[in-house]
């Protein structure tokens, strides 16, 4: 006898092949949907550069969910506008930035006293003059009034993924800044700086920070934007870069390499001098 055909069975089988097949569309369309979303404040022109950034820091050995992480969070942002800029060509002596104005000098003279014993003490361990360090400080983020309000997570990020000259530069100061963050359990995205990276009181970029910022505190943590580590940091840098309290050749060239600015190194010696003839 022919074996009649179910035709109820047969339609059920293909409403459960149907649901499977959609439900595994779905499935994919999420996971794809989730990917993009990765990267969803993020220019389309930046992807390839971005793919390279997150194979890079995988190599440096971040996880790829501690990546994930970061680059979903909403605080992201680039800023592709700080791309063009320079430190260059400030002019500390004029009007508009008032380096030598009374009140100007005067400030400097109030941290001075009030800070006093800390910042011998800095001289005697680092050999380098209070009123240097001071100078610097004030020049800056006028005594920590102007660290900066850009991310400096964002701030090195854009430099990296929007090419220019500073890529390679950013690149590896990102990792770094990364490192640090990781390493002290801080939200990477809570460290404010100036827009080309560099944060704290005395304005170090994250491989300076790692080379040359001490904890002057003692409190087991080297923070930038704690007064005793900055002045600290800010003479551990100058001594490591070649300073002599009797050369003058020698502190411009470390002041230089604090910053590559003839007229930095100018008005940081100059700033000094009136500090000390005041007080």
Request: proline share 2%; hydrophobic share 40%.
């Given at each position: 006898m022919r074996r009649c055909y179910d035709r109820?069975?047969?339609v059920t089988a293909l409403k459960n092949y149907s649901f499977r097949f959609l439900l595994i569309i779905n499935v994919l369309f999420i996971v794809m949907l989730s990917c993009s979303l990765l990267y969803a404040d993020i220019d389309p022109q930046y992807q390839d550069r971005l793919n390279y950034?997150?194979?890079?820091?995988?190599?440096?050995?971040?996880?790829?969910?501690?990546?994930?992480?970061?680059l979903a969070d909403s605080r992201l942002e680039l800023y592709p506008y700080i791309v063009g800029r320079s430190g260059k060509g400030i002019d500390y002596m004029g009007r508009r930035f008032g380096l030598l104005t009374a009140s100007s000098i005067e400030r400097g003279q109030r941290i001075l006293d009030e800070n006093r014993e800390v910042l011998e003490d800095v001289e005697r361990s680092f050999g380098v003059e209070k009123e240097v360090v001071?100078?610097?400080l004030r020049i800056e983020t006028d005594f920590g009034r102007k660290t900066g309000r850009y991310p400096v997570l964002n701030s090195l990020l854009t430099m990296v993924l929007v090419e220019n000259r500073?890529?390679?530069w950013a690149e590896k100061e990102l990792i770094e800044f990364l490192r640090i963050c990781r390493e002290q359990n801080r939200?990477?995205?809570?460290?404010?700086?100036?827009?080309?990276?560099?944060f704290g009181i005395c304005q170090f970029i994250p491989s300076s920070y790692v080379r040359f910022a001490v904890d002057g505190s003692g409190?087991?943590?080297v923070d930038l934007f704690d007064f005793k580590d900055a002045v600290a940091s800010i003479a551990n840098y100058l001594k490591a870069h070649g300073w002599e309290s009797g050369d003058l050749q020698a502190k411009r060239r470390a002041i230089y390499a604090y910053n590559h600015c003839d007229s930095y190194v100018e008005a940081v010696l100059a700033y000094a001098?009136?500090?000390k003839e005041r007080s």
């Open positions: 109820g069975n047969g950034l997150t194979e890079r820091l995988k190599l440096e050995g971040f996880a790829e969910d501690e990546i994930g992480t970061i001071v100078a610097i500073r890529s390679a939200d990477p995205f809570s460290v404010k700086g100036s827009w080309a990276g560099a409190d087991g943590v001098k009136a500090a």
